[in-house]
């Protein structure tokens, strides 16, 4: 079993930056696709950011390129989503989420990829 813990979350300011953490309580971690998801009041969970074992494969949702960047230390068992130029529509629950198959090719985009989650860190940027 893996244990995820977010940290990071905050409220800011349209504009501004933050950056999340995710630790991951087992060494094995460096072997897993990592992804970012995000859930706002009243609506589904949605895809952020991945990248893979290795940190080589990343892909971002649309609503996010250019200004989120996602990237890991597996020497620290952590998973980073650097965001900036936050936006009102950024507001949300923000989950990390862990692959348990190691080794991935592919990284994976929707929910159902991954089997870890963390609890959650709150979002909330203010116009």
């Known amino acids: 079993q893996v244990q995820l813990v977010e940290s990071g979350g905050g409220l800011v300011q349209a504009g501004g930056s933050l950056r999340l953490s995710c630790a991951a309580s087992?060494?094995?971690?460096?072997?897993?696709?990592m992804g970012w998801f995000r859930q706002a009041p009243g609506k589904e969970r949605e895809f952020v950011a991945a990248?893979?074992?290795?940190?080589?494969?990343?892909n971002y949702a649309d609503s996010v390129k250019g200004r989120f960047t996602i990237s890991r230390d597996n020497a620290k068992n952590t998973v980073y989503l650097q965001m900036n130029s936050l936006k009102p529509e950024d507001t949300a629950v923000y989950y990390c989420?862990?692959?348990?198959?190691?080794?991935?090719?592919?990284?994976?985009?929707?929910?159902?990829?991954?089997?870890?989650w963390g609890q959650g860190t709150q979002v909330t940027v203010s116009s």
């Open positions: 989420a862990a692959d348990s198959v190691p080794f991935r090719v592919v990284v994976g985009t929707t929910t159902t990829r991954y089997d870890y």
């Open positions: 990248i893979s074992w290795s940190g080589a494969i990343i």
């Open positions: 087992k060494r094995t971690f460096s072997n897993s696709a």
